[in-house]
């Protein structure tokens, strides 16, 4: 892909989400090395478990919960900069996107990131000093907002560059009932893993991972059960068009 053949509005939003992307990444504190090396594992456990959407337009991926997991653990901002990095590597060494794509998606989940940082602080806020219906509220306002900025971002850059309507570029890259159920699931893991992250530790990584996989084979098996379901109609069809 070549940024300079982009149309005018798609390009003004790809430098507008890099500079905001690159504000987003600045954070007042690091994390220790040993703290973030963990945090490092479990952002890339979630980027290998990754798969196209039904649509073929879009990806979907398990690293929703890993990141919603830092950002209620971590403080403010630390999450951002080593999930961004992660995120970056994954797409352009794995998924083997174009840089114009790759830096976009590392911008967009900057700023995703922040945006869920405050909704989680705000959820805090909200209902302080109640236990587990504190942590639900935050985790349930941080989701929200992690899937609303991320999807705003992607349908606006492929409506934008594609000059499509942006409820077909909604439709053909998100719009799938299983895809929200995948994320109603990821999230209730990720409360599950909040709860258990006191006692369990790094141990839980390997729980993380586990759920991953079994989050991406779901998807991966619903996909093949969609094309099998579209195929012989396809058959049937070009059959028809040869005898007549």
Not at 183 to 188: A, D, N, P, S
Request: hydrophobic share 60%; glycine share 8%; net charge positive.
């Amino acid at each position: 892909m070549n940024l300079l053949r982009l149309p005018r509005g798609a390009l003004a939003l790809w430098v507008v989400a890099l500079g905001a992307g690159a504000l987003a990444v600045a954070s007042p504190s690091v994390a220790a090395p040993a703290v973030l090396a963990v945090w490092v594992v479990a952002f890339a456990m979630g980027e290998v478990f990754w798969l196209p959407t039904y649509g073929r337009r879009g990806t979907i991926s398990t690293a929703m919960m890993p990141h919603l997991a830092a950002v209620a653990l971590l403080p403010a901002g630390q999450a951002v900069a080593p999930a961004v990095c992660v995120a970056l590597l994954a797409d352009l060494a794995m998924q083997r996107k174009p840089a114009v794509k790759a830096l976009y998606n590392a911008a967009l989940l900057a700023i995703t990131l922040r945006a869920a940082g405050w909704a989680w602080a705000a959820g805090v806020a909200a209902v302080p000093h109640a236990g587990v219906m504190t942590a639900a509220l935050g985790l349930a306002c941080a989701a929200l907002a992690y899937w609303s900025v991320n999807r705003a971002g992607v349908v606006a850059i492929i409506s934008l560059a594609e000059g499509v309507s942006p409820w077909r570029a909604w439709r053909e890259n998100f719009g799938f009932l299983y895809e929200a159920l995948v994320h109603g699931v990821e999230v209730v893991v990720t409360g599950i893993l909040l709860a258990a992250w006191p006692r369990v530790g790094v141990a839980g990584l390997a729980a993380l991972a586990l759920v991953c996989f079994f989050c991406n084979d779901a998807y991966r098996r619903r996909n093949r059960l969609e094309r099998l379901r579209v195929s012989p109609r396809a058959g049937r069809s070009s059959g028809r068009a040869r005898a007549a």
